[in-house]
Structures are given as structure tokens and as C-alpha cells.
């Protein structure tokens, strides 16, 4: 096992879902964690309640990671004692829409592009290269099953994610003479506010999404990042597929009648 007691975890998108659980999961297990997201005082409370419950550090920072000189920035002036950070997990991420191409709006595109691409190679080019100093590190993105297969009406948010499998793939090779290990751990429905955001903000038709199925947690997908991280230091976990049981593709879900 690698422990991850005192290591420093940095998270982005750490306000809502999966990577507020991946925040919970690295700190029950003694790790320290930076946690960045757009909303500041929804981190703070996490942060309080994190440190709190496991007696680790938590430093929350405002952080929108489409944004070049802020994500420099941020990582340039971390405060010492968080600089050396061990684990990146690259969790921000947005789908916005679920409409045929030609009904699809630009703004929408825009913001998927330039947070799940543009955001995740920002965060990492400011990380990776203290990690590749120390000899130390250990990036984790976040894809999905949408970055193995496309779907109908899902162009954009499916070519995001498939760039974020090259990027994950092409880096390891990039990595490859280093004790650096990069991992993607990529769910498929995942009940979060996911779908409040992807349908912007018709509550309704997200709840829709995961009807007549149990869908997987948030800790679910956390507890899986968290595998690839404790693994021992010669093992590498490239890619981890995690899907609810009655979830077979992108496509097929199997969904009992309401009553
Ligand atoms: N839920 C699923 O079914 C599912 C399936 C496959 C993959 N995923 C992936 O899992 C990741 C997390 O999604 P989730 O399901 O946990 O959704 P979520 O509950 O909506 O969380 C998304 C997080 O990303 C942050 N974020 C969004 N835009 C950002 C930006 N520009 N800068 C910084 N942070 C930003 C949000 O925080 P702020 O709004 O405070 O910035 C929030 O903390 C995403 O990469 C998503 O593509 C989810």
C-alpha cells in the first residue's frame, strides 16, 4: 500500500458530488487536502465539516480552473506548507445540454471545452511540474464512459471526455521514466448535481435521469480514486470503469417501472 496520511490532495470541482466525496475519502484516510471549486463559502463549510470529522487539514480555495492566470496563480502562491502536493485529482468538470448538434448552443460547447479540457490541462500544468521535481506524484482524472463511447446528443460533452482519455494516456507515456503514476477513474451515472447542471437547473428532468434504477454515489466513485491512489508504488491503476450494476453502456440501462 501507498499511505496517504500528511500527503497533500489537491482537488478541483471539490463543492458538490464526486469530488466533495473524493475531499471526504482522502481525508478519512489522513491525507490533507486542498479543495478548489467557483463556490468559496460552500468550501468553507466542507472544510470546516471535514476538519472537524477526520482532524486533518483542509485548505479551501476559490479557484475557476477555465481561468489561466488564476489557476497559476493560485498554485504559484500556495502557502508553504501546501505546495508539496502529492495527489492532483482533475474532478471539475460540466455537461451542458443534451440536444442534436445543430440545436446545440456555442456558449454551451464553450464552457464544456474550456472547463473538462482546457481547465483540466491548466491545473495540471501548473501541478505536474513540482511532482516531476520531487520525483513524487500522482495525477487523477476524472473521464467518464461518455469518453469511451459517444452518445446521441452528446457531441461535445463525449468529445471532451475523449480528449480527457488521450491526455491521460499520452501523459502516462510522457511520465513513463518517472515514479509519476496518472490514472482515470470513469463513471457512468453517478447521482450528483450533475444533471441540474447539464439541463441548466430543470430539477425535474434530472431526477429523471436516474429513475427506476439505483444509480452509483458519489462515494462510490470516491472510494475508487482512492484505491488508485494507496496502491503500491510500482503499480500503476491506468483506468477504472465504474458503472451502476443495472448500467451496462452508455445506452443500455436497465430501469424498473414506476408504480
Ligand atoms: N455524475 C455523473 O453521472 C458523472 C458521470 C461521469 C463523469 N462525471 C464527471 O465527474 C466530474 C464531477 O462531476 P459531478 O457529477 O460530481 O458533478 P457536480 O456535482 O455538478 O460537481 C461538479 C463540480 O465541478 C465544479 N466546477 C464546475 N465548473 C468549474 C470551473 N469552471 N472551475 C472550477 N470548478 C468547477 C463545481 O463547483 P463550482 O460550481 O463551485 O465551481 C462542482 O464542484 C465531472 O468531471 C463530470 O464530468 C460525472
Known amino acids: 500500500m501507498t499511505p496517504v496520511r500528511d500527503r497533500i490532495v489537491f482537488i478541483t ?27 468559496l463559502s460552500i ?21 475557476d480552473v477555465r481561468n489561466r492566470s488564476e489557476v497559476f496563480s493560485t498554485v504559484e502562491h500556495l502557502p508553504a506548507e501546501w505546495r508539496e502536493i502529492d495527489i492532483l485529482v482533475n474532478n471539475a468538470g460540466v455537461p451542458r445540454g443534451l440536444e442534436k448538434l445543430h440545436h446545440g448552443d456555442p456558449d454551451d460547447w464553450a464552457e464544456m471545452i474550456d472547463t473538462n479540457i482546457t481547465g483540466l490541462l491548466l491545473v495540471t500544468r501548473a501541478v505536474l511540474p513540482g511532482m516531476v521535481e520531487r520525483g513524487r506524484g500522482h495525477i487523477i482524472n476524472i473521464g467518464s464512459i461518455a469518453g469511451h463511447e459517444a452518445y446521441p446528443m452528446g457531441a461535445v460533452y463525449n468529445a471532451t471526455k475523449f480528449a480527457v482519455d488521450a491526455i491521460t494516456k499520452s501523459l502516462r507515456m510522457d511520465l513513463v521514466d518517472t515514479p509519476l503514476r496518472v490514472s482515470t477513474v470513469d463513471p457512468g451515472l453517478v447521482e450528483t448535481n450533475f ?36 496502491r503500491p508504488p510500482h503499480v500503476s491503476i491506468n483506468q477504472i470503469v465504474i458503472m451502476p450494476t443495472a448500467q451496462a453502456s452508455a445506452m443500455v440501462v436497465h430501469r424498473l417501472p414506476s408504480l
Open 43 to 63: 468550501l468553507e463549510e466542507i472544510a470546516t465539516d471535514i476538519r472537524e470529522k477526520h482532524g486533518v487539514r483542509v485548505l479551501p480555495i476559490r479557484m
Open 13 to 39: 470541482g471539490a463543492s458538490s458530488g464526486i469530488g466533495k466525496s473524493c475531499a471526504y475519502a482522502f481525508a478519512s484516510a489522513g491525507a490533507h487536502v486542498i479543495i478548489a471549486a467557483r463556490r
Open 195 to 230: 444533471s441540474v447542471v447539464r439541463f441548466h437547473g430543470d430539477v425535474e428532468r434530472a431526477r429523471k435521469v436516474y429513475e427506476g434504477l439505483t444509480p452509483c454515489t458519489p462515494d462510490d466513485v470516491a472510494e475508487a480514486v482512492l484505491f488508485c491512489a494507496t
